[in-house]
């Protein structure tokens, strides 16, 4: 069946440096993948979305491009701030159910540092 | 800020009692979702509607849950009897039509089964 798989559970940066989190995806349909990032106490929020192969989009300084080839859409950005410590969960949307229901992976804590 | 409004925020519930969460999803949105975040931050699917119709729904929520989302009133997901392993933060999310799949959540109702 579906599933993404995010390899990172927890990554520590210093506020500055560039980050990179993984995604990488299976599916038998027409991937369409998505970023959200939950912050502490608040809702998820969807951050970035794509299904077009080899372009990249990019929202609030985080970019991702989707990659059909290696079934990856890893987040990135280059300089991240202390304000960006939060949750990312990359979420795959499911076409073999009703009502576009999203199968999400384990999430990575980024937390940034002074 | 959320425009997708739960209520409440957080309860606290004994073993065997009953547990009922309510949402408003976003105005114009027909699609509603329940997710289940545990304390390791996975989220489980668990019931989706269009409108008032369930559209899919998962084997547990299917016995020991119950949800509606009747029109003019909130969504409701309640769990008949609550075991322990039900505390965790239950989101409800909307979609507007279309095939996007994007999904706007609510902050959530945190439930902690003593």
């Known amino acids: 069946g579906d599933s993404v798989t995010q390899t990172e559970g927890l990554v520590t940066l210093t506020k500055g440096l560039p980050v990179m989190l993984n995604c990488t995806y299976q599916t038998t349909y027409s991937p369409f993948l998505f970023w959200y990032v939950q912050h502490l106490n608040e809702a998820p929020k969807l951050l970035l979305k794509s299904s077009t192969d080899n372009k990249r989009t990019e929202h609030q300084g985080f970019y991702a491009t989707l990659h059909k080839s290696s079934s990856s859409f890893h987040l990135q950005k280059s300089s991240v701030q202390l304000s960006d410590s939060a949750l990312y969960f990359c979420?795959?949307?499911?076409?073999?159910?009703?009502?576009?229901?999203?199968?999400f992976g384990i999430g990575t804590l980024l937390s940034v540092k002074p | 800020n959320s425009k997708v409004i739960q209520t409440p925020r957080y309860l606290v519930k004994g073993q065997g009692q009953k547990a009922k969460m309510r949402c408003i999803p976003e105005k114009g949105h027909p699609v509603v979702f329940w997710y289940q975040q545990n304390k390791n931050n996975e989220f489980k699917f668990l019931i989706n509607?269009?409108?008032?119709?369930?559209?899919?729904q998962i084997d547990m929520t299917e016995k020991r849950f119950s949800a509606e989302c009747p029109s003019n009133s909130p969504c409701s997901l309640e769990i008949q009897s609550s075991e322990a392993g039900d505390s965790a933060l239950y989101l409800c999310a909307s979609s507007p039509q279309g095939n996007t799949g994007q999904l706007y959540f609510g902050e959530g109702s945190k439930l902690t089964v003593l």
């Open positions: 509607f269009q409108n008032q119709e369930v559209l899919q």
């Open positions: 979420a795959l949307r499911n076409y073999g159910s009703s009502g576009n229901k999203l199968i």
